[in-house]
């Protein structure tokens, strides 16, 4: 740190639902956005859905004059969508994409296709080394019925590793983007607590925006409103988090969000509001490091920690019983189309053993349903490498779990404040009594 006096930040995030060909006024909204980010010199902006690079490079060429550096995130089969562009010069970049982000064969959520990811970028701003990590996390299609919160809950656990792990010598740590988690939900709590972030909604200053904060809205006319109704006609998926270390305290002074269409124009800047906050860093003479918030906990909260990683614990522990349970189904699947292949082979082999007889088939009707049985055969297999590889995912991330909580409760045998809480023990614990 070479710095004493505050320096003053300005971040932006946005969710830019940039899908060619599906995504309704996708080009114009790309020009308002380019128009928007002009005008509003910011310091970083965190992009995410830009899945099109002609559309990142459109954006970089429009903004260059005020953001001369840039990057964007490639991953899986359209991208990760994730894209950064910053006024103080990128030195380093890395991406990090998520063991596990949806089926392949559900084709029309789309979500595995864009290998879901986080992205980070390492800027030095007058001496301060700022981390700065944006990131998308899978949709929620069915808050009743959500068949991908194992997956989300694992990304989440995947996430705070990767900020804890990468951001140790970080004098600021900033991240952006669209997580899908409403606040309170498990992943969001267990991602603010594991990592000692904190929401800008919550600790700003000022906030001028949507009412609550609100990211997803009804009166935007590319969302589904009826999803929206329970939860009084919006929610709040998108998010700017921060945390200081020993040698910056970081406040968030406001935070504002984008309501609705543009000035002038019938439609909105996404199917998402924008974000932008304003930091005030101001480095301090402490020199104390920040070992309680690198772990992000403090004795006190250790219990609350400790609940959340058992409830992180049982919902991994449910998307493994359905990965078995779906891999078992291909298994039966692939043996029944093995089966029926060989009753074809046999029936093919029949006039080269008994001769003068004729095919018992219509050629047209042999060839077909070997054409279906082979099918069935190729797609059960790879369904079955698929759930194997879930399935090793999820038991890998269960054990992680299994070795964090061992080191929390550890840490609670060790904080008085802490030993009184007695509610540290969950039914997974009964399995696995070695934690204690």
Not at 41 to 55: A, G, P, R, T, Y
């Amino acid at each position: 740190m070479t710095t004493s006096a505050p320096i003053r930040l300005r971040v932006f995030s946005l969710n830019c639902w940039g899908v060619r060909y599906l995504s309704k006024n996708c080009s114009e909204r790309f020009a308002l956005i380019a128009d928007l980010l002009t005008q509003e010199q910011l310091d970083i902006v965190l992009l995410q859905e830009v899945w099109c690079e002609k559309d990142f490079l459109f954006l970089k060429k429009k903004i260059g004059n005020v953001y001369p550096f840039s990057h964007h995130f490639k991953s899986g089969f359209i991208g990760s969508g994730l894209a950064v562009f910053s006024r103080h010069r990128i030195h380093d970049a890395f991406l990090y994409r998520y063991s596990l982000n949806g089926y392949p064969y559900m084709a029309q959520h789309g979500d595995w296709f864009g290998g879901k990811a986080v992205g980070k970028v390492l800027l030095n701003i007058n001496g301060l080394a700022v981390h700065v990590f944006v990131t998308h996390l899978h949709a929620e299609y069915c808050r009743e019925k959500d068949s991908y919160l194992p997956h989300r809950v694992v990304q989440a656990w995947e996430l705070q590793q990767f900020i804890r792990h990468t951001s140790a010598g970080a004098d600021v740590v900033v991240l952006a983007g669209d997580l899908n988690m409403h606040p309170e939900d498990l992943g969001t709590r267990l991602l603010r607590n594991y990592t000692g972030l904190r929401d800008s909604f919550s600790e700003a200053t000022h906030f001028d925006g949507c009412e609550e904060g609100f990211t997803h809205i009804s009166e935007n006319p590319y969302t589904h409103t009826d999803a929206l109704v329970p939860f009084g006609g919006g929610v709040r998926i998108d998010y700017i988090l921060f945390k200081g270390s020993g040698e910056v305290d970081v406040s968030c002074e406001s935070l504002s969000t984008t309501k609705g269409p543009v000035p002038g124009q019938p439609f909105p800047y996404s199917d998402h509001e924008a974000l932008t906050a304003h930091f005030l860093f101001t480095p301090t003479k402490k020199g104390n490091g920040c070992s309680e918030r690198e772990f992000g906990c403090v004795s006190d909260k250790l219990p609350e920690l400790v609940n959340m990683v058992n409830e992180a614990r049982t919902e991994v522990k449910v998307g493994l019983h359905c990965s078995e349970r779906m891999r078992h189904t291909a298994a039966r699947t692939g043996i029944m189309g093995l089966v029926l292949l060989a009753l074809e082979l046999a029936i093919a082999a029949v006039p080269l053993f008994a001769l003068g007889a004729e095919q018992p088939f219509p050629k047209a009707s042999f060839y077909l349903l070997g054409a279906l049985c082979f099918a069935i055969l190729l797609s059960t297999l790879m369904l079955y490498v698929f759930h194997c590889m879930e399935l090793k995912a999820l038991q890998g991330t269960e054990e992680q779990m299994r070795l964090a909580l061992s080191s929390l409760q550890e840490r609670v045998k060790e904080c008085p404040k802490a030993q009184s809480s007695d509610r540290l023990r969950s039914p997974l614990d009964a399995e696995d009594s070695g934690l204690l």
